[in-house]
């Protein structure tokens, strides 16, 4: 969560959405795409690469709605222009008030966010994220 505000709040993060309701095609998509994303940024050539900080999950059996799990890292995008990136998985109902009631999640949203590594605003973040859309879509 520190992480996650950390780059919510810088204005050299770009951020990405993607919403999509819970069903059976939704169901494991975080780590389909992860492991996408993992490939599509493994393979780009001999400089570059990913390479994977931390990740994290909450219990299936204690899941709440909010942010339920993620991987924060590294792209190396090219010689000078390393980018971090954090993939979040975020279960949810849209509403506005969930507090004290047991509120089952309707929809699932993945986020990413990416800033270059020394906090330079440059066109690769859009580029980093441009590769990640096309994975994802």
């Not at 494991?28 to 994290?56: H, W, Y």
Request: proline share 2%.
């Amino acid at each position: 969560r520190k992480k996650e505000k950390d780059m919510e709040q810088d204005p050299r993060t770009c951020i990405i959405q993607y919403y999509f309701d819970i069903n059976k095609q939704s169901i494991g998509l975080f780590n389909k795409l992860l492991l996408s994303f993992s490939k599509a940024f493994i393979n780009i050539g001999d400089e570059r690469g990913v390479e994977f900080i931390q990740a994290f999950s909450q219990k299936i059996e204690n899941r709440r709605l909010d942010n339920v799990g993620g991987m924060h890292g590294m792209v190396k995008w090219t010689e000078e222009d390393d980018f971090e990136f954090l993939l979040l998985e975020f279960n949810t109902n849209l509403s506005s008030s969930t507090e004290g009631k047991f509120i089952p999640a309707i929809h699932k949203v993945i986020r990413i966010h990416v800033r270059r590594r020394d906090r330079v605003m440059s066109p690769g973040v859009l580029e980093v994220l441009y590769k990640a859309d096309q994975v994802f879509t």
